[in-house]
C-alpha cells in the first residue's frame, strides 16, 4: 500500500497537525481510497469563514471538499461516504437542500452528527471517503 498526501491551494490549509486528505493506493490496479479531512466553510482566497447562514456554509464546505478531492483525481461523484457535523440540528433540512444538489441522484452514504462546537465557529463541517482511478 502506498500513502500519499493531498494538498491543493484551492482548498483551505489545515488548520492543525493534519492534511487536507490522504490517498491510500492499494496494488497495481490503479484505484484508490481518497480520505479527505473535514472540511470547514472556509474560503481558501481569505482564510475567512463565509458569510451567511447554513446554506452558504455548506455549499462552501463541498466546494473545498470538491477541490480536495479532484486534486486527488476524484471528485464528489465517486464518493462513497460522508460525514456531517452539524452545529445544530434545526439546520438539517437547509443543509440537506444544498447537499443534495452537489450529491443529488445517487447519493453517497452519509452519518450526519450534532456537535457542540467546530472550529472557527462554523455551523458545519464536512469530510468524505472517495475512489480515485489513477
Known amino acids: 500500500m502506498n500513502r500519499e498526501l493531498i494538498l491543493t491551494a484551492k ?3 489545515a488548520i492543525g497537525p493534519y492534511s487536507q486528505g490522504i490517498a491510500a493506493r492499494f496494488g ?8 479527505a479531512s ?6 481558501p482566497k481569505t482564510a475567512k469563514i463565509v458569510e451567511g447562514g447554513i446554506a452558504e456554509q455548506t455549499r462552501r464546505c ?5 477541490a480536495v478531492l479532484e486534486s486527488a ?9 460522508t460525514t456531517v457535523f452539524l452545529k445544530d440540528m434545526a439546520d438539517f433540512e437547509a443543509m440537506n437542500t444544498v ?3 452537489y450529491f443529488g441522484t ?3 452514504a452519509r452519518s450526519t452528527i450534532a456537535v457542540s462546537g ?8 464536512i469530510e468524505a471517503i472517495a475512489l480515485s482511478e489513477i
Open 28 to 35: 497495481d490496479n490503479g484505484v484508490s481510497f481518497i480520505f
Open 118 to 125: 467546530l472550529p472557527l465557529g462554523s455551523l458545519i463541517e
Open 38 to 43: 473535514g472540511q470547514i466553510p472556509v474560503d
Open 11 to 13: 482548498a483551505p490549509k
Open 62 to 66: 463541498i466546494q473545498n471538499l470538491s
Open 99 to 101: 447537499y443534495a444538489e
Open 73 to 81: 483525481g476524484s471528485s464528489c461523484a465517486k464518493v462513497v461516504k
Open 106 to 108: 445517487q447519493p453517497p
